[in-house]
């Protein structure tokens, strides 16, 4: 979901002031290709910003559209509710990929967090707002004047920091050993499954072929290649390389050679963010080249 095509577009003339909450900022406004990026993805790092995408045309949308501003002001500013008619900006619409109206993407810090389609129950609506908020909770500056918030500096976890000596050393099997044992002591240790997923990448492709990606691009047809190629890209920081190649693979093969592929490409999501704007888009693809 590429954004950066709405910035540097002229502003018109301000609007004059609307309601505006206690900490500065309007909880509802209304959005247009020439104002998203001040009201968007600027705004998105100071709050998050719920944008909503709809039509007047739209029952459905009109009815979403209310809904969401009665909860923007009711949170007097922790978020806005940004309001786009797709009618008059198609450009917005367009570079959020959007498919069906209503559309809502929650952005923050520039980029989208989260979305849906459709209309939506109030408590689930809710719930969806409360996880956007506990997900960006620390990471944005805040309304204007507010205050920085200072988080305390968590003790490390000894377990840890062992695991991360041995890494530091190279030594792969005692770093995996050291977060497997944490794992098993306390199975719901999400901070030790993610450093294993990523130690057992880092183990890995130590002993990938340095020529993997020549390989596997002078034969389509092997499936191991291809594996071993897209962890080299990945290695190389080039999610967007690993992630294509094997969705490529994915399209061509069947059976268990799709298997493969597909589960390979699970475990490579699994190392970033779920909300990761790059995962997110590789998962509509894989799911399109699946059905």
């Not at 198609?90 to 952005?107: L, N």
């Not at 057992?200 to 389509?220: E, G, I, S």
């Not at 992630?243 to 190392?271: H, M, N, P, S, W």
Request: charged share 25%.
């Amino acid at each position: 979901m590429d954004l950066s095509a709405l910035k540097d577009r002229p502003a018109p003339p301000p609007a004059a002031a609307g309601e505006v909450a206690e900490g500065g900022l309007p909880p509802i406004v209304d959005v247009t290709t020439a104002t998203f990026e001040d009201e968007v993805l600027r705004r998105s790092s100071q709050v998050p910003v719920v944008v909503d995408l709809g039509s007047a045309r739209s029952p459905q949308s009109v009815s979403l559209t209310r809904l969401l501003g009665q909860l923007a002001l009711e949170a007097g500013g922790r978020w806005i509710h940004a309001r786009v008619d797709v009618d008059t900006n198609p450009q917005i619409a367009q570079a959020f990929g959007v498919q069906a109206i209503p559309t809502v993407v929650a952005v923050a810090g520039g980029q989208p967090l989260a979305d849906f389609q459709g209309s939506q129950p109030e408590d689930q609506l809710r719930k969806w707002i409360e996880a956007i908020e506990q997900a960006t909770a620390g990471k944005l500056t805040g309304p204007p004047g507010a205050e920085p918030i200072e988080d305390e500096p968590e003790p490390e976890d000894p377990r840890l920091v062992a695991a991360e000596e041995a890494l530091d050393e190279g030594d792969f099997d005692k770093a995996i050993a050291a977060y497997e044992d944490i794992i098993a002591a306390e199975p719901a240790n999400a901070d030790a499954k993610a450093a294993l997923r990523q130690v057992k990448f880092l183990a890995r492709v130590q002993n990938v072929d340095a020529d993997a990606v020549t390989k596997a691009d002078a034969d389509p047809a092997d499936v191991a290649a291809r594996i071993e190629a897209a962890d080299v890209e990945l290695s190389q920081q080039n999610p967007e390389a690993a992630f294509g190649r094997l969705i490529d693979g994915v399209k061509r093969t069947a059976g268990d050679e799709r298997t493969q592929l597909r589960t390979r490409l699970l475990e490579l999501f699994e190392l970033f963010d779920a909300a990761d704007p790059v995962v997110v888009a590789a998962r509509r693809k894989l799911a399109s080249a699946l059905y």
